[in-house]
């Protein structure tokens, strides 16, 4: 069936650092990326999205990056801070009527001071 | 509130048992979300309602699992029977188009942690 994973389960970084997290995905037909970030204890909470027909997509200290060719998706944060201390999913689907999304199974990133 | 409230927070339930977890999405919102999510993993897809339409049951893990949504606003997820493996956070979430890809995002609530003993 199709899936959405992630290469790796867990990602330290030191503060000021830029943290750089992988996403794979197998539903050639999907059009739609989003990430979201999981505090502890919190419910998952929108980051940035991206549409099929970019590539690239930058936010506030973020920027997602989408390669179709080999169905790679990433999340770059600039001067990762304490604050981004989180389990970061990445989430999948195909826009149109009865669309759902489907996360990956997330990483966490870790900060260190 | 503004966000999608979800109760009880926690809940301790004895294997068998049945229990009940409410979720109230944004105001406005057509489409709603449950998922679930054991320790350590991602987040499962349970069921969908989107609007009007019949809803999408597909991620139900067995006849145990039931949701509903009454006037369009509230949803009520029920597990008859609790098990073990039902021990997990349930995520509710909602967005304001039934076509995800249209309305941008999901808003999430904070979940109902269950544990079955």
């Known amino acids: 069936g199709e899936s959405v994973g992630l290469h790796l389960p867990t990602l330290s970084v030191q503060e000021g650092d830029n943290s750089i997290i992988n996403c794979a995905y197998s539903n050639s037909a999907s059009d739609y990326f989003i990430w979201y970030k999981q505090e502890s204890g919190k419910g998952p909470q929108f980051i940035i999205d991206?549409?099929?027909?970019?590539d690239k997509r930058q936010g506030q200290r973020v920027t997602v990056l989408l390669n179709k060719t080999v169905k790679h998706l990433s999340l770059q944060i600039a001067a990762t801070q304490p604050g981004d201390s989180a389990v970061y999913f990445c989430a999948e689907t195909r826009t149109g009527a009865n669309s759902k999304l489907t996360f990956g199974k997330g990483i966490t990133l870790s900060v260190r001071p | 509130g503004a966000g999608v409230s979800q109760s009880p927070s926690n809940k301790v339930t004895e294997k068998g048992k049945d229990v009940e977890l409410r979720c109230d999405p944004i105001?406005?919102?057509?489409?709603l979300y449950w998922y679930r999510q054991s320790l350590g993993q991602g987040l499962e897809f349970l069921i969908y309602?989107?609007?009007?339409?019949?809803?999408?049951k597909s991620g139900l893990p067995s006849d145990r699992f039931s949701a509903e949504r009454t006037g369009g606003s509230v949803s009520t997820l029920t597990i008859q029977r609790t098990q073990q493996e039902d021990s997990a956070v349930y995520l509710c979430?909602?967005?304001?188009?039934?076509?995800?890809?249209?309305?941008?995002?999901?808003?999430f609530g904070e979940g109902s942690r269950l544990t079955v003993l």
């Open positions: 979430a909602s967005s304001l188009e039934v076509a995800v890809g249209l309305a941008g995002e999901l808003f």
């Open positions: 991206i549409r099929s027909n970019m």
């Open positions: 309602f989107q609007g009007n339409s019949a809803p999408d």
């Open positions: 105001s406005g919102h057509t489409a």
